[in-house]
Antibody
């Protein structure tokens, strides 16, 4: 079955960096765009952007340009989110979410289980 | 920028009763060319990721019980659970995909 499995929780100090992985299985990885979504505690989800898994070209939403980098390793069907210069306000659960189908519509399913990133001194 | 406003923030409904969740967009989500509303609904059960339950405002995804229905057009949308079951306890989010994806703040559904 289609599945996205993310790496485990992270506890980081402000100023550090973190890299989250999202391993896909059950489908052709390069046929579906991959999205990243942030959910801060008690908040609604916030779309961070997406990466074209065929070309590797990332697109970042406003507010996620500069410290956030999407990347891929297609040899292991894995997408990555790298966040640098972490701030306490980056504390959130980060989800990868595949485009629902191969159209351009931003519908997301399935989702990874989420990775909690806690930034605290 | 489009804003998505959900109401209420939370609601408690007795088992077997109706639950109604509203989602209002600050801009029209109906595409006049294809007559489709670019509005989705997701369900997030405790400790789980989101699950897509409706696309195009009213297209129920495979496996979603028919007690769930989606309606509305333009700027006002509704998710209805006709007869609440215990397994429906979750937070429900609307999301517009007319342009840059944006989620509502969520509605928490609990058992009264």
């Amino acid at each position: 079955q289609v599945q996205l499995v993310q790496s485990g929780s992270e506890l980081k100090k402000p100023g550090a960096s973190v890299k989250i992985s999202c391993k896909a299985s059950g489908y052709t990885f390069t046929s579906y765009a991959m999205n990243w979504v942030r959910q801060a505690p008690g908040q609604g989800p916030e779309w961070m952007g997406w990466i074209d898994t065929d070309t590797g070209n990332p697109t970042y939403a406003q507010g996620f340009r500069g410290r956030f980098v999407f990347s891929l390793d297609t040899s292991v069907n894995t997408a990555y989110l790298h966040i640098s210069s972490l701030k306490t306000e980056d504390t959130a659960v980060y989800f990868c979410a595949r485009n629902y189908d191969t159209s351009a519509y931003a519908l997301f399913d399935p989702w990874g289980q989420g990775t909690l990133v806690t930034v605290s001194s | 920028d489009i804003e998505m406003t959900q109401s209420p923030d939370s609601l408690a409904v007795s088992l077997g009763e109706r639950a109604t969740i509203n989602c209002k967009s600050s801009q029209n989500l109906l595409n006049s060319s294809n007559k489709k509303n670019y509005l989705a609904w997701y369900q997030q059960k405790p400790g789980q990721p989101l699950k897509l339950i409706f696309s195009w405002a009213s297209t129920r995804e495979s496996g979603v019980p028919d007690r769930f229905s989606g309606s509305g057009s333009g700027t006002d949308f509704t998710l209805t659970i006709s007869s609440l079951q215990a397994e429906d306890v979750a937070v429900y989010f609307c999301q517009q995909y007319y342009n840059s994806p944006l989620f509502g703040g969520g509605t928490k559904v609990e058992i009264k």
